[in-house]
Structure formats: structure tokens, C-alpha cells
């Protein structure tokens, strides 16, 4: 176990710091197992179990294999623990640097607060779902399907192609830098950045970009359309092209924000589910849409 | 008959595989609809009908361990019986929606499983079994991913006439009235979505985003047809009404106001910081005069 110390370099640390050979191959190491996060996700623990099942290899090499050193390690790693998994590579790749300060530390007879590891791990998942679910749910998943659904209702096999690729070229990126920069930032630095709201500021970014692709979907996507034509005294009277005068896409506007205030005040998707069939055979038997 | 079973059961576990390994999102309708169609031998509808299921379902997303409706399920079994018995949208979103729905009580069954086994993987580090634990981790998920082959499997080699004679059934105006369903049910997508994004400060942007997708229209024209009026002979134009702007072109527009928001955003943490820096060193010289 010579190499615990060129590996380790958790407290300090900063963007600039290059990685030798042996952390490279570590960060391949995180970018791959980190893959199988979400498997065995339980009520109790969410990803918990799954976390130290990841650090197996890391921990076997830290304290060695089949030693107390690396069970109890194991037992401390199964606590609760939930984040966005395309972001848990920084904290996988941050939490084996700790764990081999750890062992540098106690090998120098140093003392050691195993609940540092524990609280920074508890620290992050927080704020690194935050920004994950928006950068993956609001942002890489819309503006992919944004990009593909006019090839896909075309018929064409660019669509689900384009959808793969524009989600997952970011998505493999951001899950090797992660785990590059887990190593490289350290645990302080990565403190710093979560007191001065660097992170707040890039999720408000990221909200800013999400929301206005939903509008944008809302008005291209959402079709809900009159066809009521009626006769008035020689005059024909055309319920959608009125709507479209006052505002084109207003019937989709309204209804979306409509479902969406209601979805604030009451959360029940299910609801506004039915509640919507049952407008639509409602507005179908009277001949309004349809 | 069991060839197509195999395929359904097939694309069920794996979509179910790769919804969990490296979060690919291939596990959406537009994805794993269109390779079902693909493998079934409808390639193209299968392309269509993934868009159109992917509307229905755009809202729905699993965030934080809690799915709302398993849309992958629902989207896999809507399409495949579509598909398979010729059917069209209305019946894939009418199959889609409820055995969605059903799907997470499926899924729910299967995570207090999991959970069951959570004191069983803690005792097994705690005696130090490690083959034992990698063997039971293994296990719980193969487990978890031949359940939903079977699921997919059997309900189409056994389901499949009971789906075709309650489709015939339907009368035609519940047909068309899920025809309407389908263009509507985007907008509860929508707003699920919003719902995690919106606040005050941001807000103005759906507006925007709304704005450039519906108010820039032309006419293009799409066929021509030379009429013989009374006098002499006219060309008649026919055109529909189409988006200058695609949804692409609007995420370009989108992405350099975000990138402007942000860099405003940490403009205000630095002199958020030089201004305590300078009260700092303020303090530090009142200090020193009233010494």
C-alpha cells in the first residue's frame, strides 16, 4: 500500500491540479462502476446499499482485502444516499480520496473523524440532485426530445437517434468530469464553492433554459384545436380562427397552465389525468374538437 | 405469436436494464417504442407511435426514487398491441395510460422486495461475507429484470386476444375522443415539468419560450393546382400554416440567454464578495483610529 499517499490529495486541491497515472486509471474505474448506481434501490436506503457495493474494489485496496479495516468501511458506506446518478461521480471519486487520507492519517498515528467522510457525503447529495435533475430531467432530456420529435413524427429513424445521442454525449461527459473533478477539487474547495452560490447560480441558469424550451413545447406540441364551424345567418362562424386572433396557441397555453396550477396547489397528476379524458369526450360528443 | 412475445418481454427488461445503467433515458417512449417497432416489423409506425407516447408521457420523470407512473411499462404494452393488431394512436394511448399506472404499483411491489433485503445485505457485512453480498446484489437485480421479461412475454402471448376483442368493442366516438385525449395530455407534461422549474424570478421565460414556439408562422405553400375560372385560366394556391422557428433553433436562443443569466448571476457573487472584503478592511481601519 505505497501508493495510498500519491493518490490521496483530498483537502487541498484545485482546478489546475494533474492527475498522474494512477488516479487517471481511477477515474475510469469511478466513470464505469458508478454506471450500476441505481440498481437496488430500496425504500429505506435508496442507493445506499448499491454506494458501498460501488467502493467494493477502492476500499479493497485501501485497507486490504477481507481485513476489519475494510468491512467496517463497507458498513460505514451503507447509510441513506441519494443523488442524481450522473453527477455521483464527484462524490465517489472526492469520497476514496478521504478514504485514503483516512488511512494515511491513522497509518501516521493521527487521529481521524470518520463523520467528516459521512458529512460531506450527506452535504453533497443534496445540492448535487438539485442541480443533476435539472441539468438531466430539465434540460438535457427537453432539449433532446425537443430536437428529435419533429424527425420522429415524420417517420424518420433520425429521431430516436438524435434523441440517444444529444442526451448521452453530455451525459457520458459530465459523468467522467465529475469524477475527475471529485479527485482534482478536494472536499474544501467544493465546500467554498457551495457557501459563495456558484452552484445556485448555474441551476437558475439551467432553470432558465428548461422552462423556456416547456414554453416552447407547450406551443408546438400541445394541439389542442376547435373544429366548431357554425353557420350564422350566411355568415360562417369559426371558433379556431377567432382563438387564433386573440392569441395563437391560446387553448394550449390556458390548459397547460391551468393543469399546472392546480398541479401547485393539489398534487395529484392523476386527477388532472382524468379530468382531461373526460373533457375530451365531453368536448368530442359535442362536436367541439375531435 | 411467441416470437413477438419474446420481443416484448425482451425490450420490457431491457428498457428496464438501461433506464438504471448509466441513466441513458433510452428507457423513454421515443427510444425503446421505436425499437420495439423496429423488432416487431413495423419500423416506421413504431418511429410515430414513439412520438406520439412520448408526448402523452413528457411530464413524467422518476426524480429522487419516486416514479409517477411507469410510462416505460405503459408506453411498451400501448405500442406493442397497437402495433400488433393494426390498431392506431387512440388505442395505444388508451392501453398506455392506465397499464402505466399499474405499472407502478408493479414497480412499488418490487422495490419493498428490495427493501426487504436491505437488513440482509447489512448482516452480511456485518459477518463479513463478501462473496455473499456480491452474490446477492447480483441476484436481487436479475431477479428484478426476468420479472419484467416474463411480464412482457406472457401478456402478449396470453393477452392479446382479450386486447383485440375489447377493442373492437370501443365504439367509435370513445376512438375519437382519445384521439382529442392525445393532443391534450402534453400539456399535463408540461406542467409536471414546470413544476420543478418554476419560480418567480424565472418564470417570464416559459412566456418566452411559449412566444417564439407559437407567434412566428408563414404559409408555405404545399400544392398548386391550375383552375379554369369563367374569364381565363388561375393558379390555385393551397398552404398550411407552419413554425418559422424549430425547437432546436429555440434552444439555441435559449442556451445564450441561460449562459447570460448565469454569468449576471456570478457577477453578483464577486462583488457580493469585494463589497465583505471592503467592509472588512473598513472595520479593521476604524479599529485602528479609535485606538
Known amino acids: 500500500m505505497t501508493d495510498v499517499n500519491t493518490v490521496a490529495a483530498p483537502a487541498s486541491g484545485g482546478l489546475k491540479k494533474k492527475l498522474n497515472r494512477e488516479q487517471k486509471k481511477l477515474v475510469w474505474s469511478v466513470f464505469w462502476r458508478t454506471m450500476w448506481l441505481m440498481f437496488c434501490t430500496s425504500y429505506t436506503k435508496q442507493q445506499g446499499i448499491t454506494f458501498s457495493w460501488v467502493l467494493i474494489p477502492y476500499l479493497e485496496k485501501i485497507y486490504g482485502k477481507e481485513t476489519d479495516e475494510f468491512y467496517n468501511a463497507m458498513a460505514r458506506h451503507q447509510g441513506f444516499f441519494n443523488t442524481t446518478p450522473g453527477v455521483s461521480p464527484f462524490i465517489f471519486s472526492l469520497v476514496v480520496a478521504m478514504e485514503e487520507e483516512r488511512k494515511a492519517c491513522l497509518d501516521a498515528g493521527k487521529p481521524f473523524d470518520d463523520e467528516t467522510i459521512e458529512s460531506i457525503k450527506v452535504a453533497l447529495m443534496g445540492p448535487f440532485a438539485g442541480i443533476g435533475d435539472s441539468v438531466y430531467s430539465g434540460v438535457l432530456r427537453i432539449v433532446a426530445t425537443g430536437v428529435a420529435l419533429g424527425f420522429s413524427q415524420a417517420g424518420s429513424w433520425l429521431g430516436p437517434i438524435l434523441f440517444a445521442v444529444v442526451y448521452n454525449v453530455p451525459n457520458v461527459l459530465i459523468r467522467y468530469f465529475c469524477a475527475t473533478y471529485g479527485l482534482k477539487l478536494g472536499s474544501t474547495y467544493i465546500a467554498k464553492m457551495l457557501e459563495s452560490g456558484t452552484i445556485k447560480a448555474f441551476t437558475k441558469g439551467f432553470s432558465v433554459l428548461g422552462l423556456t424550451m416547456i414554453g416552447a413545447m407547450t406551443a408546438q406540441y400541445v394541439s389542442f384545436k376547435t373544429t366548431l364551424v357554425a353557420d350564422l345567418g350566411g355568415t360562417t362562424f369559426n371558433l379556431q380562427s377567432v382563438l387564433d386572433q386573440i392569441l395563437p396557441g391560446l387553448l394550449p397555453l390556458a390548459l397547460t397552465l391551468g393543469a399546472f396550477a392546480y398541479l401547485r396547489k393539489k398534487n395529484r397528476p392523476m386527477r388532472v389525468l382524468v379530468f382531461m379524458f373526460v373533457i375530451s369526450v365531453v368536448l368530442t360528443v359535442l362536436g367541439i374538437c375531435g | ?291
Not at chain 2, 39 to 51: K, S
Not at chain 2, 79 to 84: D, V
Not at chain 2, 157 to 180: C, K
Open chain 2, 1 to 291: 405469436m411467441l416470437m413477438n412475445a419474446l420481443i416484448v418481454g425482451f425490450v420490457l427488461a431491457f428498457a428496464k436494464f438501461i433506464d438504471w445503467w448509466g441513466n441513458t433515458m433510452l428507457s423513454r417512449p421515443i427510444f425503446i417504442v421505436a425499437l420495439l417497432g423496429a423488432l416487431l416489423g413495423h419500423p416506421t409506425e413504431g418511429i410515430i407511435l414513439a412520438a406520439q407516447l412520448e408526448l402523452v408521457f413528457l411530464g413524467n420523470v422518476s426524480l429522487g426514487g419516486v416514479m409517477p407512473t411507469d410510462f416505460t411499462m405503459g408506453a411498451i404494452f400501448g405500442g406493442a398491441f397497437a402495433m400488433l393488431l393494426g390498431e392506431d394512436l387512440a388505442t395505444a394511448v388508451m392501453l398506455a395510460v392506465p397499464l402505466a399506472a399499474l405499472g407502478t404499483l408493479l414497480y412499488s411491489a418490487m422495490k419493498v422486495v428490495v427493501t426487504a433485503l436491505v437488513p440482509k445485505f447489512e448482516q452480511l457485512t456485518r459477518n463479513k461475507k463478501l462473496g455473499s453480498f456480491k452474490a446477492l446484489w447480483i441476484a436481487q437485480f436479475a431477479m428484478f429484470h426476468i420479472c419484467y421479461f416474463l411480464l412482457g412475454f406472457l401478456c402478449v402471448l396470453l393477452g392479446t386476444d382479450v386486447i383485440q376483442a375489447f377493442v373492437e368493442v370501443i365504439p367509435d366516438w370513445v376512438q375519437a375522443s382519445m384521439t382529442v385525449a392525445s393532443t391534450m395530455l402534453p400539456a399535463l407534461g408540461m406542467a409536471l415539468l414546470m413544476k420543478s422549474l418554476w419560480s418567480k424570478e424565472v418564470c417570464p421565460y416559459y412566456f418566452l419560450g411559449f412566444g417564439l414556439g407559437a407567434f412566428f408562422l408563414y404559409n408555405a405553400t404545399t400544392a398548386g393546382t391550375i383552375t379554369e375560372a369563367a374569364q381565363d385560366a388561375a393558379i390555385q394556391l393551397t398552404t398550411t400554416t407552419t413554425k418559422i422557428l424549430s425547437l432546436t433553433q429555440i434552444a439555441f436562443l435559449g442556451a445564450i440567454i441561460a449562459a447570460l443569466v448565469i454569468f449576471s448571476e456570478l457577477r453578483k457573487i464577486k462583488e457580493k464578495e469585494s463589497m465583505k472584503i471592503a467592509a472588512k478592511t473598513m472595520d479593521e481601519s476604524e479599529d485602528f483610529f479609535n485606538d
